[in-house]
């Protein structure tokens, strides 16, 4: 019974935790998407970002609305480098959500600008073009599918 206890309670402190974390995505609902312009690098650019965000957010509650204050910035950082004999595909994907949102640190002085409200990344590297890209597919679906359960969990 006492063990019963102590998870319940550690369920319920845990998850209380997990929503103030996450408590600047509170009452967004609609965002932006922006994602640079990218050289096709190692099979992957900006299109692949662009569909596949769009794809993975079109099932839930959350709204995408190129004139929203709020944005999602997806950032890759890709590089390849080879000798001619063997290429090289490294990269990072950096996944914030970036708004004007007011805060104040200091009473009667709001501060008012781009804040970052979220942020997640990913990184890769292989020696080969399917391997790398199968890689970062699977992580930037995996950053999207956080960001969604971390949104739930506030909203």
Known sequence: MKKLIILFLTLFYSTSYANDEYIALKGISEFAIDIPEIENTCGLDAD????????????????TNDSSDISIYVYPYLLESGNGIMTICSGTIIFQIYGISEA?????????????LYENYIGAHAADYLDFKDLMESGFEDLIKQFVIDWYSVN
């Not at 692949?48 to 709204?63: G, P, V």
């Not at 104040?104 to 970052?116: A, D, R, T």
């Open 104 to 116: 104040s640190f200091v009473w009667n002085n709001p501060l008012e600008g781009p804040f970052i």
């Open 48 to 63: 692949f970002f662009q569909r596949e965000i769009k794809y993975q957010l079109a099932s839930t509650d959350i709204i």
